[in-house]
């Protein structure tokens, strides 16, 4: 079964910083990528979404995310890190299963921006 | 385009009493799911629904259920509440239910005591 690793629980940078998430994903067959962020007492916002073709993926607020296949990876940055870019951050998959897409999520990073 | 809609916001209900979550997705979404949401678990995958069928089913007890209206509303139902139903449950609407991106209300924050 398909699985997201999220490493870090809790990342802290300075405003200004680069701004680094991690996700690792477990398939031999390249699934359809996303990031969610949220935001406190809200719910999950899509902040880019990888499915095919290029492999670095431009979203929202400034973040991308490059596609490795090779390490099965998603990492979502961000050159300069504001502070209103403080929320937990999701990595999600969606991918074929028994007929039908089912998303996972990771467990969540929790981006500290500090002043 | 009115993003999606849950109602309501906040519940407090005593433990062994049944609860009814109202989700509306986003106009022309044809599958909605729900996740719950909590601290200690993250988010877990309740259920999806699509064109009114249940296609998927997260790893719940049966106390949970949940149903898909013609016009794609969604409800779930938590019955004989306990204490660990506490949780921020999402709802969450896609175009297709494929791999089409989900769209999140901003959830219903249900509190057992």
């Known amino acids: 079964a398909q699985s997201v690793t999220q490493l870090g629980s809790h990342v802290s940078v300075s405003e200004g910083a680069l701004v680094l998430l991690r996700c690792n994903y477990s398939?031999?067959?390249?699934?359809?990528l996303f990031w969610y962020v949220q935001y406190p007492n809200q719910g999950l916002q899509l902040l880019l979404k990888y499915t095919t073709g290029a492999t670095l993926v431009k979203g929202i607020n400034g973040f991308e995310a490059e596609f490795k296949k090779s390490e099965t990876s998603f990492h979502l940055t961000k050159p300069s890190a504001h502070m209103s870019d403080a929320a937990e951050y999701f990595c999600a998959v969606s991918d074929l299963d028994s007929g039908t897409y089912k998303y996972i999520f990771g467990t969540g990073t929790r981006l500290k921006v500090l002043a | 385009k009115a993003g999606v809609t849950q109602t309501p916001r906040y519940l407090i209900k005593t433990r062994g009493q049944q609860v009814t979550l109202s989700c509306s997705p986003i106009?022309?979404?044809?599958?909605v799911s729900w996740y719950q949401q909590t601290p200690g678990q993250g988010l877990q995958f309740l259920f999806e629904?699509?064109?009114?069928?249940?296609?998927n089913k997260g790893n719940f007890p049966g106390r949970f259920s949940g149903r898909q209206f013609s016009n794609s509303r969604s409800e779930m139902n938590v019955s004989t509440l306990e204490l660990g139903d506490s949780a921020l449950y999402l709802c969450?609407?896609?175009?297709?239910?494929?791999?089409?991106?989900?769209?999140f209300g901003n959830g219903t924050r249900l509190t057992v005591t």
């Open positions: 969450a609407s896609s175009l297709r239910g494929d791999h089409s991106p989900l769209h």
């Open positions: 106009s022309g979404h044809r599958s």
């Open positions: 398939s031999s067959v390249p699934p359809y």
């Open positions: 629904y699509f064109s009114e069928t249940q296609r």
